[in-house]
């Protein structure tokens, strides 16, 4: 059992930055892949970003360029550092684990946090 909590999420104008954190409790964080998805109103759970146990990440497309995905595995804790927000970034971000790689869907990742409201006004 994982339990996540994200926190850092609010309200900011389009091209101001954010830097999301999900602290994860557990003995076996390290082991685990980390990822960050949003939901907006109406829509699916899209993947924004997604860091290995090792360190590697990757991003979906609408976030490389402008944000970050990091670990620090002595805290426990993955973040996600957003800058030049938009107002299409408007969503509950989520971070999850994932034991085993299959894909960066959200079907590939277990635990999950509550989510934090992310909202970018015009």
């Known amino acids: 059992q994982v339990q996540l909590v994200e926190s850092g999420g609010g309200l900011v104008q389009a091209g101001d930055s954010l830097r999301l954190s999900c602290a994860a409790s557990?003995?076996?964080?390290?082991?685990?892949?980390m990822g960050w998805f949003r939901q907006a109103p109406g829509k699916g759970r899209d993947f924004v970003a997604a860091?290995?146990?090792?360190?590697?990440?990757t991003y979906a497309e609408s976030a490389k360029g402008r944000f970050t995905i990091s670990r620090d595995n002595v805290k426990n804790t993955v973040y996600l550092q957003m800058n030049s927000l938009k107002p299409e970034d408007t969503a509950v971000y989520y971070c999850?684990?994932?034991?085993?790689?299959?894909?960066?869907?959200?079907?590939?990742?277990?635990?999950w946090g509550q989510g934090t409201q992310v909202t970018v006004s015009s």
């Open positions: 999850a684990t994932r034991t085993t790689y299959r894909s960066n869907d959200y079907t590939s990742f277990g635990s």
């Open positions: 557990g003995r076996a964080f390290n082991t685990y892949d």
């Open positions: 860091i290995s146990r090792y360190g590697s990440s």
